[in-house]
């Protein structure tokens, strides 16, 4: 079965340090994928993207993410954090093939504690 | 925001009583979604549209019904609402990346958080 995994429910960083995010996925073939973002109370925001390509992908807020095919990984960093950071991060994955077009499957989550 | 309008922004309902989310987009996408987000579980598709008329199911449609009789809005109504279907619920429309078929990058509204008690 096809499944997204993010395996930090709770992450605890201080403000200034380096941050990374995991997301594993499992798809018969390797599918698009993305990273978002909600504040509390917000909806969801786009931070990045891979459709194909650069595996290295460089997203808003000073965020990037390295997609692994070998591992079939697809993690979030930040080299320095900010308290503004403070967030539920999400990775998506999307099947490439017609029938799976806009059918985003979500991972549960990652929050993100910053600390002064 | 992509021009996405979710109303009402909260509400609570009782057991039993129908009800209905409405998603308004203001820039004639072609394609909008109904997610839902519980903890644990992060966002799952209830319906989708891909056009007027034109709908399908998601992963996690029972006890939902969808209707677009226009390009701008998508309802999501709850025939008969049970306390399982406590929850946030988003909407969503997606975009072509660059021109690309099959690219798409999906925009999301503010959500609507509703209780059943």
């Known amino acids: 079965a096809q499944s997204v995994t993010q395996p930090d429910i709770h992450i605890t960083v201080s403000e200034g340090a380096s941050l990374e995010l995991r997301c594993n996925y499992s798809?018969?073939?390797?599918?698009?994928l993305f990273w978002y973002v909600q504040s509390p109370g917000q909806g969801l925001q786009l931070l990045l993207k891979?459709?194909?390509?650069?595996?290295l992908v460089q997203g808003i807020k000073g965020f990037e993410a390295e997609f692994k095919r070998s591992q079939s990984s697809f993690n979030l960093r930040k080299p320095s954090v900010h308290w503004s950071d403070a967030a539920e991060y999400f990775c998506a994955v999307e099947g490439t093939t017609t029938d799976s077009w806009g059918k985003l499957q979500f991972g549960a989550g990652t929050q993100v504690v910053v600390t002064p | 925001d992509a021009g996405i309008t979710q109303s009402p922004r909260h509400k609570v309902t009782e057991t039993g009583t129908p009800v209905t989310l409405r998603c308004h987009q203001t820039?004639?996408?072609?394609?909008m979604y109904w997610y839902r987000q519980d903890p644990g579980h992060g966002l799952r598709l209830i319906h989708y549209?891909?056009?007027?008329?034109?709908?399908d199911k998601g992963e996690v449609s029972d006890g939902y019904s969808v209707s677009r009789s226009k390009t701008e809005d998508f309802l999501l109504t709850l025939e008969s609402a049970t306390s399982s279907q406590t929850s946030v619920y988003f909407c969503?429309?997606?975009?072509?990346?660059?021109?690309?078929?099959?690219?798409?990058?999906?925009?999301f509204g503010a959500g609507t958080r509703l209780s059943v008690l």
């Open positions: 820039e004639n996408h072609r394609y």
């Open positions: 549209s891909y056009g007027v008329k034109d709908t």
């Open positions: 891979y459709f194909s390509g650069d595996t």
């Open positions: 798809y018969g073939a390797t599918p698009y």
């Open positions: 969503a429309i997606s975009e072509t990346y660059q021109g690309t078929k099959g690219q798409n990058i999906q925009y």
